[in-house]
């Protein structure tokens, strides 16, 4: 920064616990794994709680004990890969709750799921323009 402050930043995804708020000067300190940071009042508003993450939001991330819900929902989410995802995010305790089948159906379902994101032609647009 221009104030010759240092560091390597706050990433979406990263998962910190708020350490102290100081009312008066309308700023939160909130500690990560690796690094602290100070956050303003209207910038804590980027902040997200994390009382229960989705398997995307977590991954690169390991926690001490995963709870995942197995229940049915949509077909196109419930594949071994995913499954797979979430199991590895658990260090020591890994809770199933719910279906056993719905396990089954994941586990058993090796199929991928095309993405189509638009990301080709928005980079072919993008490249017309330069």
Do not use: W
Request: net charge neutral.
């Amino acid at each position: 920064r221009d104030d010759g402050e240092q560091g390597s930043g706050i990433f979406n995804g990263d998962i910190g616990i708020i350490d102290s708020i100081d009312r008066k000067s309308r700023t939160l300190i909130v500690v990560f794994d690796d690094k602290t940071a100070k956050y303003t009042y209207e910038y804590a508003t980027d902040l997200d709680f994390a009382y229960a993450v989705t398997v995307h939001k977590s991954q690169g991330n390991e926690f001490d004990c995963v709870i995942i819900p197995m229940f049915q929902g949509p077909p196109q989410l419930y594949y071994r890969n995913l499954l797979y995802t979430a199991v590895t995010r658990a260090k020591k305790t890994l809770v199933l709750v719910g279906n056993p089948k719905t396990v089954e159906y994941m586990v058993q379902n090796n199929r991928r799921t095309k993405r189509y994101s638009g990301l080709k032609e928005f980079l072919l647009r993008d490249e017309q323009l330069y």
